[in-house]
């Protein structure tokens, strides 16, 4: 997630790529709005030195995991930006 959307999609894409390399299975993305309105899910930022962007999503504040419904509603939620559909470890 790009917080603060200084980095394009193809600049986020090709950061993961580079980062996951293999494991690099796809990207979506979310809305803000969507996250904390629809899903009622919590943001949580949890930036690294590998990555000042990176977030976590929890079903709240005491970063209990998402519910199967919050996740449901996540996945329903998401726009594909990128997918692989024949990752290595397809082969």
């Known amino acids: ?3 603060k959307a200084e980095r394009t999609e193809e600049m986020v894409i090709a950061a ?3 980062k996951l390399s293999k494991r690099f299975k796809g990207m979506v993305v979310l809305k803000e709005n969507d996250i904390l309105l629809q ?3 919590y943001i949580h930022p949890a930036p690294s030195t590998d990555d000042p962007y990176h977030v976590e999503l ?3 504040h005491t ?3 998402l519910s199967n419904i919050q996740a449901l509603i996540l996945a329903d939620l998401s726009k594909i930006l990128f997918i692989n559909d024949n ?3 397809n082969k």
Do not use: G, Q, S, T
């Open 39 to 41: 899903a009622n899910a």
């Open 87 to 89: 990752p290595p470890w």
């Open 1 to 3: 997630m790009d917080r």
């Open 63 to 65: 970063k209990e995991e």
């Open 16 to 18: 993961l790529k580079n």
């Open 58 to 60: 929890y079903k709240n």
